[in-house]
């Protein structure tokens, strides 16, 4: 039988996630104008050279803000839950 991992332990990983989407779009926005440019992908790869396309990295931007406040109040959730049960047990 599969167990899904705690949820702090699955919102860490997308806290991670988050933050490597975010660094290689501002990675690749920041170097799109020098030649030849190959954008970095979120898993560490490089795209081909002159694939950059701008209005996805801003996407991305937006995608990974969304998913750091996400996985910020899953984490917030859980503390807020082990509260309710210390304060229970009390």
Known sequence: MH?????PAS???G????????DSAAHNLANASTEPFSPLRPD????APGT??????????????VLYGANL??????DEMRAS????LA
């Open 3 to 7: 167990i899904a991992p705690p949820a």
């Open 11 to 13: 919102a860490l990983t």
């Open 15 to 22: 806290l991670a996630d988050a933050r490597e989407r975010m």
């Open 44 to 47: 560490g790869t490089q795209g």
């Open 52 to 65: 950059l396309d701008p209005a996805l990295e801003i996407v991305g931007t937006m995608q990974a803000t």
């Open 73 to 78: 109040r899953v984490i917030r959730a859980e």
């Open 85 to 88: 049960v210390v304060d229970v």
